[in-house]
């Protein structure tokens, strides 16, 4: 042994006397395996695990990233980065952020918007934000009190502060990239200095926030580093990080398509599908409460009219980030054309100078849902313009996943996850358009088909810890899919003898007879007692219309009683309009029976959703 080697090991049995260690002894025989591992270390990876081994007993978290050897020398400055993610889209862009600062020798504390204590604000030096926003401009459910807090007159006068924002969003939304402009203006008017312009992200955000990321570090490197040889500076390995699954967004799992059983009835005016599909081989594992990632690829059929209409064909050569494809291949697999992005439209009516298109352009709200309203074929039948393939293909956004909550437990069906699809289709003229993922996983994929995934963890969408905890859950439609997942988690902890507390599921949809999603389901749980109460509201089977939230309201003193008692409540689905009415009425309920003002219990909701009580998973 070297002399650095054997002091080292030294040091490890002496753990006692030892500051990283402090009074937890380790047990022999991970002494043995401490030892074996510095025998093979030379004198520097000896000097980073003394580093590293102190940062790790003083921080006590996976979410500092301070290279050690840095750490030695004492950096001038932390660079602080929190991430304020409803998906975990946030969280990636700041976990890689947080790695690419470190590679240049800055310490980083990274951190959940949600662990960051508010006080701190004020010490900061450098702070770096990146979030995304949650439904009509709300924040996501971690940054709730983080954003009341900046918002509030207790945030403190932050003249020394450098900080920048990256907002995520969807511009398909009024509010789109809200809370990240939020916070930007806010610390702007705390005297906070910018030492970037904010980035506004839209859904197809990787590259620009890559970028940004790059700008940034390069910009804070400097400044945030003290003078040293930077080939000497050892970064955090990644494996310190929290173990996530080895496929994600970017580098998503092959699986094997099972089954698209048809689950509404003939005479429907929906058609909803039950999905499986086959993760063997993945290593690939959910909770319950996250969604599946699920990449599709354009009807052919769709593609063939779209290029016909352009007057182009089909095996005319492209680019797409430095890569070549025949039109049609690009079109098919790497472009969206069954959602038509604001931006298209924009191009088309310049390209065409059509003066209707012209002023759809100026009206944003207009141009905001005639793009939501409208596919791409149906933009380019409107008006001709005078374009090229290549400027079309530059025209159009990259196709992005469709997230669908996930309807099943591993623990019941181990190595496969199950979706609950509506097939989204309409008649435009003699043509049926339908949805890009919906129509792919409904109709077009065949058994033994193969379909791109990737597990999005939903953090804030989660059971109660406590299993015993009651939980109301409303979810009507294909909004039901996550509490069939929580019924069966339950179920499989009711197996392993754990307590459970009581359920309540709130269920609607048209009619009875051809739109009870899941109808046997839920009656062999709630005589088997897993669920205790199921009221179900269909909207068409009497003259006056009955949804969920007439439900709740007839309810009312018993849902806002299992509140009181500490019952988590749940709502999925319909963002619009099905989200808004429910949370209305429990505005109301909360009046009615704890004689609150509306203002006292809006307050008295927001403190569930910051205590994790009240949940959300609406689109």
């Known amino acids: 042994m070297l002399p650095e080697q054997q002091k080292f090991s030294q040091n490890l049995l ?126 996501p459910d971690d940054a709730l009190a983080f954003h009341e807090f900046l918002l509030s007159k207790k945030a403190p006068k932050l003249s020394g502060l450098s900080y920048s924002v990256l907002a995520l969003g969807d511009s398909s939304y009024e509010f789109f990239c809200q809370t990240g402009k939020d916070f930007d203006e806010r610390l702007k008017s705390l005297g906070a200095k910018q030492v970037a312009t904010r980035l506004d992200c839209d859904v197809d955000y990787q590259q620009q926030a890559s970028e940004w990321s790059a700008n940034i570090v390069k910009t804070l490197k400097d400044e945030l580093t003290v003078s040293v040889n930077l080939a000497d500076v050892v970064t955090l390995p990644t494996s310190v990080m929290v173990a996530e699954n080895q496929y994600d967004k970017e580098n998503p799992f092959t699986a094997e398509f099972s089954l698209s059983q048809k689950i509404t009835g003939r005479d429907s005016n929906k058609d909803v599908r039950h999905i499986e599909i086959d993760l063997a081989g993945s290593g690939l594992t959910y909770q319950v409460g996250d969604a599946l990632g699920v990449y599709f690829e354009n009807d052919t059929v769709l593609v063939a009219e779209l290029i016909t209409a352009l007057g182009f064909s089909a095996d005319e050569e492209v680019q797409l980030n430095d890569k070549k494809f025949t039109l049609a291949q690009v079109l098919t697999s790497e472009l969206e054309i069954t959602q038509t992005a604001a931006n298209f439209v924009e191009f088309w009516a310049k390209q065409s100078a059509d003066k209707s298109l012209l002023a759809l ?60 699809v509506a097939l989204v289709e309409y008649q435009q003229g003699d043509k049926t358009r339908a949805g890009g993922a919906s129509s792919f996983l409904g109709k077009r994929l065949e058994q033994g088909g193969k379909v791109k995934v990737f597990v999005e963890h939903n953090n804030n969408f989660r059971l109660p810890e406590n299993t015993e905890t009651p939980v109301i859950m409303i979810g009507p439609g294909t909004g039901v899919a996550p509490f069939r997942a929580f019924m069966q988690e339950r179920e499989a902890l009711n197996d392993d003898g754990a307590e459970l507390g009581k359920s309540w599921l709130f269920f609607g949809d048209q009619t009875f007879t051809q739109d009870f999603l899941y109808q046997v389901e839920w009656q ?96």
């Open 524 to 619: 062999n749980y709630l005589k088997s007692g897993l669920l205790t109460k199921l009221d179900v509201a269909f909207s068409r089977d009497q003259a006056e219309k009955i949804y969920v939230q007439d439900r709740l309201q007839e309810n009312a003193a018993e849902v806002y009683l299992w509140l009181e008692q500490g019952a988590h409540l749940y709502i999925c689905g319909d963002a619009n309009r099905m989200a808004k009415d429910v949370h209305q009425t429990l505005v109301n309920i909360v009046v009615e029976q704890g004689g609150k003002t509306s203002e006292q219990a809006e307050t008295y909701l927001k403190t569930l959703r910051i205590n994790k009580r009240y949940q959300k998973d609406v689109y």
């Open 361 to 420: 352009v100026d009206d944003k709200k207009a141009l905001r849902e005639f793009s939501n309203s409208h596919q791409v074929i149906e933009v380019v039948a409107l008006v001709a313009a005078t374009v090229n393939a290549q400027q079309f293909v530059d025209a159009l956004r990259k196709i992005t996943p469709r997230l669908y909550s996930i309807a099943s437990s591993q623990s019941e069906v181990e190595d496969e996850v199950h979706l609950t």
């Open 14 to 139: 002496n753990a006692e006397n030892q500051h990283y260690l402090g009074q937890a002894s380790l047990e022999a025989s991970q002494l043995v395996l401490l030892q074996q591992l510095s025998s093979s270390l030379s004198p520097l990876q000896l000097a980073w695990s003394s580093g590293y081994l102190a940062a790790q007993s003083e921080q006590n978290s996976v979410n500092s990233i301070v290279p050690p050897a840095q750490k030695q020398v004492k950096a001038a400055s932390t660079l602080t980065i929190l991430y304020a993610s409803q998906t975990g889209n946030a969280k990636g862009v700041a976990t890689k952020l947080a790695t690419a600062a470190s590679d240049v020798g800055i310490a980083v504390n990274l951190k959940n918007v949600a662990d960051y204590k508010v006080k701190g604000l004020k010490s900061e030096s450098h702070l770096l934000i990146v979030t995304s926003t949650n439904g009509e401009g709300e924040a």
